[in-house]
T-cell receptor
Framework: ELKVEQNPLFLSMQEGKNYTIYCNYS?????LYWYRQDPGKSLESLFV?????AVKQEGRLMASLDTKARLSTLHITAAVHDLSATYFC??????????FGKGTMLLVSP | ETGVTQSPTHLIKTRGQQVTLRCSSQ?????VSWYQQALGQGPQFIFQ???????GRGNFPPRFSGLQFPNYSSELNVNALELDDSALYLC??????????????FGDGTRLSIL
């Protein structure tokens, strides 16, 4: 059974600081997604990572995938308040199943 | 382009009742997946429908069932509701079934509360 672990589960940051969220998964997969969820809202797709070494960037967020280490990272550069949300990684485990981590709640304060 | 829409947005039921949740997929998408998100947790995969057939199922009992219609909209039915069924139910649509690398696009969800 595929297990997806995110850490930290809660992250309080000051504006302007950098930080990394980690997503580890337990079995082989070649597909990983990052989503953002605002309180009371649905999930917004951020990144799709499809191969070992894939790196994608959008604004202050950069995601990478190391399939050999079964690890993905979401790096936040110079955080701003608007990035406050919960971030989920999700791993494709075959035959249509997408397994989510528990999420990382990010709070960015002045 | 019309996004994923779900109805109703909120619902209150009592134990033992039955409920039907509805989802209209994004225009052009032929695959619908359903998830259950308990408070403070990540979404858990219930099942997926592709071209009107169930295309994968998570670890949920048979009282969770679904349908997909020719226009690719979908229903999630839950029988014999239990307190633990209280959650946000999310529908996601995509193109091409489970083998695609396209991201799933999520609706706003239905908040189900069981009393």
């Amino acid at each position: 059974e595929l297990k997806v672990e995110q850490n930290p589960l809660f992250l309080s940051m000051q504006e302007g600081k950098n930080y990394t969220i980690y997503c580890n998964y337990s079995t082989t997969s070649d597909r990983l997604y990052w989503y953002r969820q605002d309180p009371g809202k649905s999930l917004e797709s951020l990144f799709v990572l499809l191969s070992n070494g894939a790196v994608k960037q959008e604004g202050r967020l950069m995601a990478s995938l190391d399939t050999k280490a079964r690890l993905s990272t979401l790096h936040i550069t110079a955080a701003v308040h608007d990035l406050s949300a919960t971030y989920f990684c999700a791993v494709f485990s075959g035959y249509s199943t997408l397994t989510f981590g528990k999420g990382t709640m990010l709070l960015v304060s002045p | 382009e019309t996004g994923v829409t779900q109805s109703p947005t909120h619902l209150i039921k009592t134990r033992g009742q039955q409920v039907t949740l509805r989802c209209s997929s994004q225009s052009g998408h032929n695959t619908v997946s359903w998830y259950q998100q308990a408070l403070g947790q990540g979404p858990q995969f219930i099942f997926q429908y592709y071209r009107e057939e169930e295309n994968g199922r998570g670890n949920f009992p048979p009282r969770f069932s679904g349908l997909q219609f020719p226009n690719y909209s979908s229903e999630l039915n839950v029988n014999a509701l239990e307190l633990d069924d209280s959650a946000l139910y999310l529908c996601a649509s995509s193109l091409g079934g489970g083998g695609t690398d396209q991201p799933q696009h999520f609706g706003d969800g239905t908040r189900l509360s069981i009393l």
